[in-house]
C-alpha cells in the first residue's frame, strides 16, 4: 500500500481539481446539476481513483486504477472544451486548464507504462 499523497501525480492532479472548483463556481446557476456538477465529478475522479488505486495489493491493481484517472483526464478535457464553446470560460482560462490536465494525463501514462514494464 502506497500513500497517494506521495505521489507527483497526484499532487498536480489535486491542484487541478482545485482550479477547476474555483473555476467553475463562475457557471451559470442553471447548470449547477448540469455541466458544473459533471466537469467537477470528472476532474475529482482522476484524484480519487489515484488514491483508490494506492490501496490495492498490487501493482497491476494500481495500473488499472491509473488507467481509470487517465480517462477522467480525457472526460474532464472534454467538459472543459465544452464549457468554453458555451461560452463559461475565457480563452485563457481554459488553455491554462487544458494545459494542466494534459500535465496530468502525460504523468499518469508514464506512471503506467513504468509499472507495466516492471511486471513483465
Given amino acids: 500500500m502506497k500513500d497517494f499523497r ?3 501525480v497526484w499532487e498536480k492532479a489535486h491542484g487541478f481539481v482545485l482550479d477547476v472548483y474555483r473555476e ?5 446557476a442553471d447548470e449547477r446539476f448540469g455541466l458544473t456538477a459533471h466537469v ?5 475522479s482522476i484524484t480519487s481513483n489515484i ?4 490501496g490495492g495489493e498490487t501493482d497491476k491493481d494500481f495500473a488499472r486504477f ?9 472526460e474532464t478535457e472534454y467538459q472543459l472544451l465544452l464549457a468554453r464553446d458555451l461560452g463559461y470560460l475565457p480563452e485563457g482560462t481554459h488553455s491554462t486548464l487544458n494545459t494542466k490536465v494534459n500535465e496530468v ?11 507495466n514494464s516492471k511486471g513483465q
Fill in 24 to 28: 467553475s463556481r463562475e457557471f451559470p
Fill in 66 to 74: 491509473l488507467s481509470i484517472a487517465a480517462g477522467s483526464t480525457s
Fill in 105 to 115: 494525463k502525460r504523468m499518469l501514462n508514464s506512471l503506467i507504462q513504468t509499472l
Fill in 40 to 44: 467537477r465529478k470528472s476532474a475529482s
Fill in 51 to 54: 488514491a483508490e488505486g494506492c
Fill in 6 to 8: 506521495d505521489l507527483n
